[in-house]
């Protein structure tokens, strides 16, 4: 089993639909969690931390449940410039391990 | 401020040849990590550095893989001798250290091995 599992997409949707993201991970001593964000040909930046109690930033936000290993990632009202593929991450014990992403197009 | 620095951007060498990949992390970071991506298996954490020291290379894939940081402000990885199937973006990240998870990353060096 992979240690970071997400549905690859493509996720192909509208200008101002909600669109969910998840994430599964194998090790229970996972101690924290992230999404970046990588556009075409571009490197992967930190899009945000993800806390135990849930996190929203604007349009973003993240979840995380401990209990059943899983993240998700929901973006409202999404923008072209959304378009790019979603990256997980999580870190054990100083290692950040990837997942290999979710890409998300948006149409107008 | 600069970011990561990765040079060169693209190369294509003919397999057998040697490739060395060159990063320049951020002044102060003091945690360096070289990643491979590529379509199949995404991003792969290769090898990395802490106070200059390497801490995990068991992500580096065989002997033909090597990788040393002098410096605080350089790292290189080399491919001697590479094969077609090291074709891949190399990306060097670097980052402070603490709990934030953030990783800066350079923009890649995108290596073709014919």
């Known amino acids: 089993r992979k240690e970071v599992e997400q549905d690859p997409g493509p996720f192909n949707v509208p200008e101002g639909a909600t669109v969910a993201f998840n994430c599964t991970y194998s090790?229970?001593?996972?101690?924290?969690f992230f999404w970046y964000r990588q556009d075409c040909r571009k490197e992967p930046k930190l899009l945000m931390s993800?806390?135990?109690s849930g996190n929203e930033d604007g349009r973003f936000t993240a979840q995380l449940n401990r209990a059943s290993q899983y993240i998700s990632l929901l973006i409202r009202d999404s923008k072209l410039s959304d378009s790019a593929t979603y990256l997980c991450?999580?870190?054990?014990?100083?290692?950040?391990?990837f997942g290999k992403g979710t890409k998300l197009s948006v149409k107008p | 401020d600069a970011g990561v620095i990765q040079s060169p951007r693209h190369e294509v060498t003919e397999m057998g040849q040697e490739v060395t990949l060159r990063c320049k992390p951020i002044?102060?970071?003091?945690?360096l990590f070289w990643y491979r991506q590529t379509m199949m298996r995404g991003l792969e954490l290769l090898i990395y550095?802490?106070?200059?020291?390497?801490?995990?290379d068991s992500g580096m894939p065989e002997d033909r893989f090597s990788a040393k940081m002098p410096n605080a402000s350089f790292s290189t990885l080399k491919i001697q001798p590479s094969e077609p199937r090291d074709s891949a973006v190399y990306f060097c990240?670097?980052?402070?250290?603490?709990?934030?998870?953030?990783?800066?990353f350079g923009e890649g060096s995108r290596l073709t091995v014919l």
């Open positions: 990240a670097s980052s402070s250290g603490g709990s934030t998870g953030e990783l800066f």
């Open positions: 090790n229970s001593a996972s101690q924290s």
């Open positions: 993800v806390y135990s």
């Open positions: 991450v999580v870190n054990l014990q100083g290692n950040l391990i």
């Open positions: 002044s102060g970071h003091n945690s």
């Open positions: 550095f802490n106070n200059n020291v390497p801490i995990d």
